[in-house]
């Protein structure tokens, strides 16, 4: 003789889905994975922009930061033009022109710094105080779109203060990033 059919009892932890509710949580999953995958994929594209977009805003920036702090050490400016700017200043090196650097102990020495710039890249040169020729120029930033990096005050006369405004072009093509300090000749005084 067979047992009658026994009632199974079904516990709250036995619960599950049904496949209509397997299949529409999967397809959320994935208009979910895609879309991330999407914004994935768009950051990814624009990062080499941005890293480019960064180097020549660092790059600008730490020559602006050079080129202040030496017109911050200066006595006197001798040529003062919307792309050029020469002006004598004290330096830490041994001599003018040179690229050897002073011990902490020797005091700086005064020199003839000319920043000559075109439309796309500055020069820097240095040579002996009141010397406005010769000594060998050296590239201190390409990749700009702009000669006219200097402006002065008082424009006339004497000016002791040079504006720099630096412009690099945009990666994304949309006009130009520009960066842009300026300081007073601190020396000015001692000018003779």
Not at 138 to 151: E, H, K, P, Q, T
Request: proline residues 5%.
């Amino acid at each position: 003789m067979l047992a009658p059919p026994q009632r199974r009892i079904k516990l709250a932890h036995e619960d599950g889905f049904s496949l209509i509710e397997l299949l529409v949580a999967t397809a959320m999953s994935v208009v979910v994975l895609a879309a991330v995958g999407s914004m994935v994929m768009s950051a990814m594209r624009s990062q080499p922009e941005l890293s480019k977009k960064s180097q020549s805003v660092s790059t600008a920036r730490w020559v602006l930061e050079r080129l202040t702090r030496e017109i911050r050490n200066g006595v006197k400016i001798d040529v003062a033009t919307p792309s050029s700017v020469s002006f004598q200043t004290y330096v830490r090196h041994s001599t003018c022109g040179s690229t050897s650097p002073l011990t902490s102990t020797s005091p700086s020495i005064k020199c003839e710094v000319t920043y000559a710039c075109t439309t796309t890249a500055c020069m820097r040169k240095e040579t002996a105080a009141g010397v406005l020729t010769g000594g060998t120029a050296r590239l201190i930033i390409s990749g700009i779109n702009d000669a006219n990096v200097f402006s002065y005050s008082p424009s006339t006369a004497a000016p002791t203060y040079i504006g720099v405004k630096l412009r690099v072009p945009n990666p994304t093509g949309q006009g130009a990033l520009t960066v842009s300090d300026g300081a007073s000749l601190r020396n000015a005084t001692l000018a003779q």
